[in-house]
């Protein structure tokens, strides 16, 4: 453990971590405590200036970059890695095996299945009216399904799915659902041809 982190006493972390300076974990939800521990697998490697919100499930083996965010109530896996500047929101679901590169945004209600790889600077959406009345009450991030890729760069639209072992290619918008071992492509993204399996 690092002295210059800090660690609140709601936080509970397996054997052998490593967590760099300047880290915060198990903040405080306000302006309403949710008042429940995070817990941290074995094998952590938190790096400097990661904030860590309560109320979080991590497995073992979880990395992050600098400067991660992950706030507050996520369900994270085993072999999860978050980078450097990326944002978690709340309410997510990460299974294992996860890669999600530097300066993504995920937010909340959003699912990413077993060993789904996101690239760097993807953002997922939520809303599909933003700031509209009852805009809150149906928020539905994408589900992101086992062994997909997410090029760099890439935008995805709300509830949207990307079907297992399929490629989005870098840059990219999602509007539409994508089926299973297809690669889709463009603004708006669409299917170029099939996946070899």
Known sequence: MNINAKIFPN?????????EEQCILGITCKPIPINKETKIGKNA???????????NQIGDDFTTGNRAIIRESNIIGNNVSIGSMTSLAHN???EDDVRIHSQCFIPEYSVIKKGAWIGPGVFFTNSKYPNQTNSKKNLKGPTIEEEAIIGANVTILPNVTVGSKSIIGAGSVVVTNVPKNKIFVGNPAKEIKRKDK
Do not use: A, D, F, K
């Open 11 to 19: 936080v509970v972390i397996g054997i052998n971590p490593l967590i």
């Open 45 to 55: 490697l938190i790096r400097s200036g990661t904030y860590i919100y309560e109320n």
């Open 92 to 94: 997510i679901i990460i």
